[in-house]
């Protein structure tokens, strides 16, 4: 009995210290000009804020021509992770309702078994793991097609299989228990599930873990084997800018990053066995975590054609927003919150009022554009008790109280009258009467707008980080 209950313990302990992987949601299509020395950089960076792998989205090479290249860089992929310690899982994009070629359950064995030697390839218990985006709106795949891909594999090289069905996850927002019950009937094929909802969908309100404890449990009392993967993203907005407002959205996104990680590591009610960070380079939905590749140098081998989108993502740096993902990773993973040594504020925000009319992008409506909040954000991790100033405008040296405790939030909203100039707005970390560190944000806040842009811009005060704000520390 005794014994019995210290193995108990003792394998509680390994499933806790063996379930705490985060992957990063990784756009294959934007490697294009990738080398395996990129590759590396971009690893070592991820690695920095304990990252421990990238998930690989990718459309069909052949649903459009000109695609081939895929193949190689994701061969270059694991190259570069193998050498680094770092995993690699798939994350096949069946969102594409149009292809000359859909994905074909040949290939995608192929290209999964590929790496089945390789160290990088990361497995759950002994398969190796495979994601999707979507797979359930596309006549060409559901929940056959899956079976099928893993019973061909079976013999050979097993999968385990947890897919995002986006229609799943969006429903379960409104009726988790009930969606999370029609996937496990709908899906007998899936083993695990990422739960793509990572934003309140289309309601001006803070998105709750409540569906992703749903789906949680639910595999668990229908005895799947796989992991709950579940997704953690800082902000949601993208503009097509095609004349139809469908394309064109914004999600309540203000304090979504560390309101959602803090729900994950005080929230004894949802323990999901992986994270997903949603993403580390989707430029395109103003949720990338990676430093911007260099717009003008053609050569570079970060070299990514944004086209339109580029309207909205050029000079909006978010790098800073790891400083965040980094401290609640090691809180998730070790159990208890690291150890504050730097003073350092994170702030961020939009740079035009929402009402503002610009002269270029969806300035007909961008969905749920009345949502964000015209504010300035700021997140503070600071070593002492600290007061942290913020002024925007005729807003000036709006306050709040910071100490070693763990994160504080404040902000500062725009002011009534925004020029055409703009705004700048600067921040403070101050102790004992005196400036420690102050940093004005890299963009204005102004009415003079080229495009409708609701792609916030991230800032940093303090050390840490060596790009994207004017730090005057
Ligand atoms: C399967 O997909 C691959 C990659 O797109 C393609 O080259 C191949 O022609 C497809 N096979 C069939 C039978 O469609
Ligand atoms: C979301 O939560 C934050 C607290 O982190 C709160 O300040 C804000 O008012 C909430 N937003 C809505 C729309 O309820």
Redo the contacts with the bound molecule.
Sequence with gaps: MYTLSVIAAASALLRVASATEVFAHFMVQNAYAYTVDQWKTDITSAQQVGIDGFSLNWI????ETGLDWMVDRIDDAFTAAESMGFSLIYSFDMSYSTCD?F??Q??MQDMISKYAGNSAAYRWNSNMLVTTYGGDQVDEYGNEFFQGLKDNMQDSNPITLAPALTMYSMGAQTDPTGEASNLMSDYTSIDGYLNWQAWPLNVDSNITVTPDQAFQSALKSNGRSGPYIMAVSPWQYKDLNDGNPLDSWVAYSDTLFPDRFQALVSNDAIQPDIIELLTWNDFCESHYIRDLPNQDDTSATDYVELGDMGAYVWGQNHAPWRIIAKYYISWWKNGSPPAITMDQVVFWHRIHPKATVCSGGSSTGVRNYLYPEDAVFAWALVTESSTISMSIGSNQYWTFEADSSGPSMGMVPFPLYVSGSGDTPEVAIMRNGETLHSASSSQAVSTDCAWQNFNPVVGLVGPGMNSGTNSTS
């Design positions: 069909p090479p052949d649903c070629v994905w074909n040949t290939f």
